[in-house]
């Protein structure tokens, strides 16, 4: 169902596994630097810790990092990839544990900004919030501040995916390509 006037488009769709499946990795890869140096630091400061709680001086650590780069190497990637794949999985699970729940769910673009309406919950980013948004061959991502919202393409017509574009430069919102959004 859509509807479009001059100043609003909206359009419902229901929301497959597979639009939440995208949503995790999308999110997973946004994160990603914050991540990456989140994890370095606690395995950073934890060998720090151990080292000197055993009487190590710094130098004793620096040596040691040295000499054991490839074990700390492996246990850092394998964590962190181990990391990647358990928390979109974990996000998944708990979509396909709520099954009860309605899937549908009703995107608004007008001149107050970005919006959508899901179980009762109406959420819209204004337009001052948004920062910039990525065309993908199967949806918009569009990042307000801390939010990241995410327009599946298959909700809306080709006549109104071309108003959302132009609304989106007309309102100033920068494009960006989805691997360099953050």
Known sequence: MSDQTADKIQATVRLTLMDQFRLQLWCRWIFLPRTLAIFLGAAAVGAITIS???????????????????????????GFL???????????????????RSREITFILDDSGVGYSVGGIDVTIRWENITAYSPTPVSFLVR??????????????????????????????????????S
């Open 82 to 100: 181990l990391l990647l794949v358990l928390m979109p999985l974990i996000g998944t699970i708990r979509w396909l544990s709520r099954r009860r």
């Open 144 to 181: 307000g501040g801390r939010l990241l919202l995410r327009l599946p393409k298959r909700a809306f017509s080709a006549d109104q995916i071309d108003a959302i574009t132009a609304l989106f430069a007309r309102k100033g919102v920068r494009a960006v390509s989805a691997w360099k959004f």
């Open 52 to 78: 000197l709680a055993n009487g190590g001086t710094f130098s004793d650590i620096v040596r040691s990092l040295f000499v054991n780069w490839t074990l700390y190497g492996f246990v850092l990637a394998f």
